[in-house]
């Protein structure tokens, strides 16, 4: 872990954060690439939902946006990517107006009130005349994905041309939850950075410091046990119906291909509701079975394949769901049958 002190904005919020749980061996190849002064220009870093993905490409870019001389001094001599909190580059990027990064994500719809499903192509093709603007004192311009998975296929077309024809001095920073499934012509052109899901210590102390909560509380030590590394996950089993919700979960994925219909339908009623927050629990295990799958079975392109499709159809269903306030036991079942297929040999 990076930094003590943290503040639940900084667990939660990736452009506030000034910690790292973890990660020490990705943070120290980024460190080493910009030290070298030969950093490759686009990096892919992927691995399950709320390890710190986003926190590491934030920390990236505050530290190069803060040091843009990669052979001054202080650069080489230092042995992580931590910026004080009180330099202006961090505080800019904190309060979001730092103008020589450009963060492409999902915003609110004005008319809804809620995000939209996925990264608009608009906002994407903003990336073409950023890069294309003067850069700042620094001469770094640099952009975040969070994540590239929220990419539409057009969004992802109007980014290769960025990834193809980079500028001088350019840093694309793309998170991804499965980076298994991305276009081959995008990850041919980035350097790949995976991370593993954080040891149950590494989440407990991150639960502590977000919510202020004793790390040896037994809720907090299950929530960690439950959460398989992921932090966002463990803080939404802090809530007792998360972890129930989880089990029925788990208990389906081990029957696959073949879930009981009955525990679908119980399944179901448990998601019954308006809460945003069962829902997206219930698609957060879903996208981490599938997730597990495409970077475990990468040289099985059938299988993969397969388990591509259904990451595409299940979240697109779900999108539909919460949009249009569905009913979710269809959705259940929808799912798991695109599982149940996905899972075959």
């Known amino acids: 872990m990076s930094g003590d002190g943290a503040d639940e904005r ?33 990096w892919l870093i992927g691995g399950p939902p709320g390890i710190g993905k986003a926190t590491l490409a934030y920390r990236l870019a505050r530290f190069v946006l803060a040091h843009p001389d990669p052979k001054a001094p202080a650069v080489q001599q230092t042995t992580s990517l931590t910026v004080d909190a009180d330099n202006p580059v961090a505080r800019r990027i904190a309060a979001q107006a730092q103008g020589d990064l450009l963060v ?5 719809n004005e008319q809804t009130g809620k995000l939209y499903t996925v990264i608009r192509v608009d906002d994407v093709r903003r990336s073409v005349s950023f890069f294309g ?15 590239v998975d929220d990419l539409q296929r057009e969004g992802a077309n109007a980014l ?7 500028p001088a001095r350019t840093l694309l920073l793309l998170v991804s939850h499965a980076p298994g499934r991305e276009l081959p012509t995008i990850r041919s052109r980035c350097r790949r950075l995976l991370l593993r899901p954080l040891d149950a210590a590494d989440v407990v102390r991150a639960i502590a410091a977000a919510t202020g909560r004793g790390a040896d509380e037994p809720e907090v030590q299950d929530a960690a046990a439950a959460a398989d590394g ?12 998360a972890l129930a919700l989880r089990k029925r979960v788990l ?9 009981d219909p009955r525990a679908l339908h119980a399944l179901g009623d448990a998601l019954g509701g308006n809460e945003p927050q069962t829902l997206a629990a219930f698609m957060d295990l879903v996208n981490g079975w599938l997730s597990a799958r495409l970077d475990g079975d990468i040289k099985q ?25 569905l009913e979710r036991k269809p959705l259940v079942f929808a799912v798991f049958g695109l599982l149940a297929e996905a899972a075959k040999v």
């Not at 850069?135 to 994905?145: C, M, P, S």
């Not at 290769?160 to 980079?166: A, C, H, R, T, V």
């Not at 259904?310 to 979240?315: G, I, L, T």
């Open 251 to 259: 208990e389906l994925f081990a029957q696959l291909p073949n879930p």
């Open 301 to 325: 392109k059938p299988r993969v394949a397969r388990v591509a499709a259904a990451w595409e159809k299940v979240n697109r269903a779900a999108a539909d769901v919460e949009t249009y306030n």
């Open 10 to 42: 900084d667990v939660l919020y990736p452009r506030a954060t000034g910690v790292l749980f973890g990660h020490t061996e990705a943070e120290q190849a980024l460190l080493e690439s910009y030290q070298s002064g030969r950093i490759p220009h686009a």
């Open 230 to 241: 992921s932090v966002a996950r463990a803080l939404g089993f802090l809530d007792g119906p």
């Open 160 to 166: 290769l041309k960025i990834l193809e024809e980079p």
């Open 133 to 147: 603007s003067t850069a700042g004192e620094g001469g770094w311009r640099i952009a975040i994905v969070d994540a």
């Open 104 to 108: 492409l994500e999902r915003v609110i």
